[in-house]
């Protein structure tokens, strides 16, 4: 153990020493005694729990395994196997109906409502380009993707097309119409915006062809900046600002006739900077990468240097945006996303530190790091809150297990009870089924609840692995259980008093050049009572946005409170088919596809550290993939297996011939190495593993298999 430092009792890895020692501690009154005690006591405390609950998890799912070979899938009893629940402790009972009691939230948590990014703050420059998106160009955002058409004389080209852009800005114009209709006219007419003075009060006025008009709501203008010739007009509506630029001398103003130039909308509200399933994160080194981007967020000093179109660009933090309000007076604007953070879930454990010559548990070590660096907080939380999503928790003991950590690590450095707060994300079946119960037990410091397809649906697959024949993962997506999950997130929320305290969360858009396809379809989100859904970049954060102008989330909220809550008998509901419903054809496309998407993500992972990727699917689709949807396919996979629809030699002939495929997709990549060429290579035998061992792996999860072949790829790489 020569390489560790003896830290009070821990043995730790001298980079996390150094870390936390000469860059997260500076400034702060907690000595590096009392951190490494803390963390001691922490983990002795915490370490035999965190055991027995996994074991707990075990135990249970071979209790179920063994009802489903009894008695086959739910729908054969379903009375039976929710007595069986309750009998075994699954479920538990419910509590009397409360309401939560967290304080001390921002409001882009309580009051506003929108866009919610999720990326890897293991990448920097992803990381600064998400905690800006706060605000963004929606000329821009209409301008490079699918929502203009892109046939005819709309089409890009490799250079400015005036008909495009003449299209974006009458896209821009109906958004304005609808979200700040004025008295007469519409935008698209308008030849001018003027900030008029009476008295001490600004208001605006719009100049149209057919005369002088105004904002029907006047209220809507709440500041200006700038020059009359050239400035920025402030708006608002259902609490996000609109920024209406004026430039009569830029491209775009000099063929309008009011001279507007864009028009930026407040877009991706909070950002959760991820340290799990969007990061590739298996040692000391990647920890301390993970922390040291997260510390450079809290304190304001993250920055990266990168070549873009040939000439050199420096990214770093948003200043806020300075305006006057309507009285003249100072009018500042947050010009960040509010900030998150993801920590891993209870599963995996960590060497870069030794209790007792063992590895801790992952999450020990994140709830104190990430708390201690987000202490450094100058610009993100006006309230001093540390916001800390949790996720991959199996039921209510688990969340409490969770609230009972963050209590500790608030002792250790000196912070006050609940100044750390939890997110919840409901992804697993047991917090699911017992959704009331898990947010009962975080009541005092719970900021919000979200759904997720993917994860969600790969526990679904796992916990009821001995049921039967899966469906196709597309199949998956329209089934009862699915809405009944979704229903039961909003309503079993509102009814323990989110609304206006805590937000409500929606899944992620997983195709990030399909935005046409995203705005017909993500305003069900808002309209669902959700105050904040998943988008997969700024971009599509800017276009998301539109949504919570078109619908008001509290009247949508208020529309919802009180409905019945589905029962769980809907929840339980995930068929099985016969294993003769699929023809031949339709069982080897969809193992191609789980195959192909498996390779695809798995082979950057493993190879390269990328922990979040767009891999194109089997039809050239650009996914956004990351260890949420690798579970669903490598579970998917690990079913049909299990119950003879394919055999083991099938299923490796498939990842053959699916590697080459993938291969030629990542041709351009220079770092990439072929799999096709050696089918005993680290990344491809990951990748089929998952497949092959995906039954036995714990709650389906794909971290242990990928962790150790990142290590075996990073040791030889080492040598």
């Given at each position: 153990m020569g390489e560790y430092l003896t830290k009070s009792g821990l043995l730790v890895h001298p980079l996390l020493a150094d870390f936390v020692e000469k860059e997260a501690l500076p400034g702060l009154r907690v000595t590096a005694d009392q951190f490494w005690s803390g963390l001691r006591q922490l983990v002795a405390e915490h370490g035999p729990v965190n055991a027995r609950l996994l074991q707990r998890r075990d135990d249970l799912?071979?209790?179920?395994?063994?009802?489903?070979?009894?008695?086959?899938?739910?729908?054969?009893?379903?009375?039976?196997?929710?007595?069986?629940?309750?009998?075994?402790?699954?479920?538990?009972?419910?509590?009397a109906d409360f309401t939560i009691e967290t304080s001390g939230l921002d409001p882009e948590i309580t009051s506003l409502c929108g866009p919610q990014l999720v990326v890897p703050v293991s990448n920097a420059r992803y990381a600064l380009n998400a905690a800006n998106a706060r605000w963004g160009s929606l000329y821009d955002a209409l301008y490079g993707t699918d929502v203009i058409s892109r046939e005819g004389d709309l089409a890009p080209g490799t250079g400015f097309n005036s008909h495009r852009a003449q299209a974006v800005v009458e896209r821009a114009a109906a958004f304005l119409d609808e979200s700040f209709p004025l008295r007469t006219g519409?935008?698209?007419?308008?030849?001018?915006?003027?900030?008029?003075?009476?008295?001490?009060?600004?208001?605006?006025?719009?100049?149209?062809?057919?005369?002088?008009?105004?904002?029907?709501?006047?209220?809507?203008?709440?500041?200006?900046?700038?020059?009359?010739?050239?400035?920025?007009?402030?708006?608002?509506?259902?609490?996000?600002?609109v920024v209406l630029v004026i430039n009569p001398a830029s491209t775009i103003g000099q063929a309008h006739r009011a001279g507007l130039s864009d028009v930026i909308v407040e877009a991706a509200l909070t950002t959760i900077q991820d340290c799990e399933d969007s990061v590739a994160a298996v040692d000391a080194a990647d920890k301390v990468g993970v922390y040291r981007n997260w510390l450079g967020l809290m304190n304001g000093t993250l920055e990266d240097t990168f070549e873009k179109a040939g000439r050199t660009v420096t990214r770093k933090l948003n200043p806020d945006r300075a305006y006057k309000d309507v009285n003249g007076q100072p009018l500042v604007l947050k010009g960040r996303s509010l900030l998150l953070v993801r920590n891993v879930g209870h599963l995996m454990t960590t060497d870069a530190v030794l209790f007792d010559g063992k590895p801790i548990g992952e999450g020990l070590m994140d709830a104190a790091i990430t708390a201690l660096c987000a202490m450094q907080d100058k610009l993100n939380s006006s309230t001093g809150a540390i916001y800390i999503v949790k996720p991959k928790m199996h039921g209510p003991e688990e969340v409490a297990f969770a609230c009972a950590i963050f209590a500790s690590v608030e002792a250790m450095l000196g912070l006050a009870p609940n100044t750390i707060k939890i997110g919840i994300m409901d992804e697993e079946r047991r917090t699911s089924a017992n959704l009331k119960a898990a947010i009962y037990q975080a009541r005092q410091r719970v900021f919000f609840i979200n759904t997720g397809f993917l994860d969600r649906t790969g526990d679904e697959i796992h916990t009821s692995m001995e049921a039967g024949v899966v469906l196709r993962k597309d199949e998956i997506k329209a089934e009862r259980w699915i809405a009944s999950y979704e229903d039961r997130n909003v309503l079993i929320g509102l009814a323990c008093g989110f609304s206006g305290r805590a937000q409500i969360g929606k899944g992620m858009w997983a195709r990030p050049d399909d935005m046409a396809a995203m705005m017909a379809a993500k305003s069900s989100h808002p309209g669902a009572g959700a105050n904040t859904a998943w988008?997969?970049?700024?971009?599509?954060?800017?276009?998301?946005?539109?949504?919570?102008?078109?619908i008001d989330v509290f009247e949508a909220q208020r529309r919802r409170h009180n409905q019945a809550v589905p029962p769980l008998g809907e929840l339980f509901s995930m068929p099985v088919q016969a294993p003769y419903a699929l023809s031949r054809e339709e069982i080897t496309r969809e193992l191609e596809n789980n195959a192909q998407g498996i390779l695809g993500y798995v082979v950057r992972w493993v190879q390269q550290g990328v922990g979040c990727s767009k891999v194109p699917d089997i039809n050239n689709v650009g996914l956004m993939e990351d260890r949420a949807t690798c579970r669903i396919s490598s579970q998917a996979v690990a079913n049909w297996l299990r119950h003879g629809l394919v055999n083991r030699d099938e299923v490796t002939a498939t990842f053959e011939r699916m590697a080459a495929i993938v291969d030629g997709q990542?041709?351009?990549?220079?770092?990439?190495?072929?799999?096709?060429?050696?089918?005993?290579?680290?990344?491809?035998?990951?990748?089929?593993?998952l497949a092959l061992l995906g039954a036995n792996q714990p709650s389906g999860y794909t971290e242990p298999l990928l962790h150790a072949a990142r290590r075996k790829v990073k040791a030889r790489n080492a040598k």
């Open positions: 799912q071979t209790q179920l395994d063994e009802w489903h070979h009894k008695y086959g899938p739910v729908a054969n009893n379903p009375q039976g196997y929710e007595f069986f629940l309750r009998d075994i402790g699954y479920l538990v009972p419910e509590p519409s935008h698209r007419d308008a030849t001018g915006y003027h900030v008029e003075k009476s008295g001490d009060v600004r208001t605006l006025v719009i100049d149209t062809a057919s005369g002088r008009t105004a904002l029907q709501d006047e209220a809507a203008f709440v500041g200006y900046g700038g020059t009359e010739q050239a400035g920025e007009l402030v708006l608002r509506h259902n609490g996000l600002h988008v997969p970049s700024p971009t599509a954060a800017t276009l998301h946005a539109l949504h919570y102008h078109q990542n041709a351009g990549d220079p770092l990439y190495r072929p799999m096709a060429e050696n089918f005993q290579s680290v990344a491809f035998r990951a990748a089929l593993d």
